[in-house]
T-cell receptor, first 114, second 113 residues
């Protein structure tokens, strides 16, 4: 049982480049989300999805796109990277609702934009 | 709007003593869930404990307990008998009817030998 997987683990981009952070889960969770964590700060929600074909914006969506074509995959796209997007990115998944099901996190992707 | 507040950027505790990490939240929903996560220096997010808004008893998981005061909208984490391995960042989080989970800014706990 792999849980939540993210690739790559580390990435360096130049300003203006685009890339996709991959996220996959094998727990059949409806809900998936992307967070960014900046030094000394908590996790801020970028985008989330409550099921295949459904996505919504979180607190800091600007500069990022997502899609959810399958239950398993939830890629995050940076269209034109900026130094302000240097951060650690976490993907997470859980069952839908306010119940006790914990949110499972991937190991994170450390992104540096030069 | 959802808001999670952790007012203690850093806390120190002596090994084997208990420590309380504060968390207050704001939501207009009646149904919500409160979570605590631990993030050690290695970076992974580790789930510790959950409290539902309708739960009458405070949640407990081993050395972790949650002091839930619904009227005050607080959900403080209590760690008993602190160990050196408890040194980490601790995050409070909440999910309500919006479904997305929001996090506080975190508290860095340092356990002194």
């Amino acid at each position: 049982n792999a849980g939540v997987t993210q690739t790559p683990k580390f990435q360096v981009l130049k300003t203006g480049q685009s890339m996709t952070l991959q996220c996959a889960q094998d727990m059949n969770h409806e809900y998936m989300s992307w967070y960014r964590q900046d030094p000394g700060m908590g996790l801020r929600l970028i985008h989330y999805s409550v099921g295949a074909g459904i996505t919504d914006q979180g607190e800091v969506p600007n500069g990022y796109n997502v899609s959810r074509s399958t239950t398993e995959d939830f890629p995050l796209r940076l269209l034109s990277a900026a130094p302000s997007q240097t951060s650690v990115y976490f993907c997470a998944s859980t069952t839908y609702g306010t119940g006790p099901d914990e949110q499972f996190f991937g190991p994170g992707t450390r992104l540096t934009v030069l | 709007a959802q808001k999670i507040t952790q007012t203690q950027p850093g806390m120190f505790v002596q090994e084997k003593e208990a420590v309380t990490l504060d968390c207050t939240y704001d939501t207009s929903d009646q149904s919500y869930g409160l979570f605590w996560y631990k993030q050690p220096s290695s970076g992974e997010m580790i789930f510790l404990i959950y409290q539902g808004s309708y739960d009458e008893q405070n949640a407990t998981e081993g050395r972790y307990s949650l002091n839930f005061q619904k009227a005050r909208k607080s959900a403080n984490l209590v760690i008993s008998a602190s160990q050196l391995g408890d040194s980490a960042m601790y995050f409070c989080a909440m999910r309500d009817s919006r479904s997305d989970m929001r996090f506080g800014a975190g508290t860095r706990l340092t356990v002194k030998p």
